[in-house]
Each structure stands twice: as structure tokens, then as C-alpha cells.
Nanobody
Framework: VQLQASGGGLVQAGGSLRLACAASGSIFSINVMGWYRQAPGKQRELVATMISGGSTNYADSVKGRFTISRDNAKNAVSLQMNSLKPEDTAIYYC???????????????WGQGTEVTVSS
């Protein structure tokens, strides 16, 4: 399974970016898709996730500013980021928790990361 992320870049504070990620490969089902981020010198942290049924989970720091969406048919997830702040600067990683076969255990997959830089 490969996760291909895109959409990072440089933006001024208050601006917007949209990240996109698509999973490819032999996938039976994806339970959770989402985004994590890692700022320099910090641990990777959850940004937002969405389960296949549509329930979402957001980090407190992004609630009201970021919106996650999924296209289950395309095994894709997006993250609309508005009102960006310098503290949102990080490498953003796409994540998927998936089964490769019916009845197989859930496995965790990561994309290569896309860099988001917010200037003040």
C-alpha cells in the first residue's frame, strides 16, 4: 500500500492550503484515514482523522480551522487548512489504517510527508 500526499507549500499566516492523499495498492478496506504532523524538534502529533463511517477527530489546536474529508470510493483523504498560523508549520503525514484482506489484521500505513510552512 502506498500513500501519496500532495498540497504542501509556503503560505502567509491567515492563508489556506489543501492537502490531499490517495492510497493505492491491494487494499481490502480502510478503517481510518487522517493526517499527522511533526514540527522540528517535536513529536509527531495527530491533526485530524476520519473513520469510514464519517466520524471525525481533530486536535484541539486545529478545531474550527481545519476540515478533513474522505472519498471512500477513491481511498482518498483531504485536509482543508484555513486561518493558518506559524505554529502549524510542520511536515504533514497522511495515515491509513487498513486491511489488505478480509479478516486480516489492521495495519498502519504512512505517506512520505508534505511540508507546510506558515510565515508570520
Amino acid at each position: 500500500v502506498q500513500l501519496q500526499a500532495s498540497g504542501g507549500g509556503l503560505v502567509q499566516a491567515g492563508g489556506s492550503l489543501r492537502l490531499a492523499c490517495a492510497a493505492s495498492g491491494s487494499i481490502f478496506s480502510i478503517n481510518v484515514m487522517g493526517w499527522y504532523r511533526q514540527a522540528p524538534g517535536k513529536q509527531r502529533e495527530l491533526v485530524a482523522t476520519m473513520i469510514s463511517g464519517g466520524s471525525t477527530n481533530y486536535a484541539d489546536s486545529v478545531k474550527g480551522r481545519f476540515t478533513i474529508s474522505r472519498d471512500n470510493a477513491k481511498n482518498a483523504v483531504s485536509l482543508q487548512m484555513n486561518s493558518l498560523k506559524p505554529e502549524d508549520t510542520a511536515i504533514y503525514y497522511c495515515n491509513a489504517v487498513a486491511r489488505l484482506r478480509n479478516g486480516a489484521p489492521l495495519l498502519n500505513f504512512w505517506g512520505q510527508g508534505t511540508e507546510v510552512t506558515v510565515s508570520s
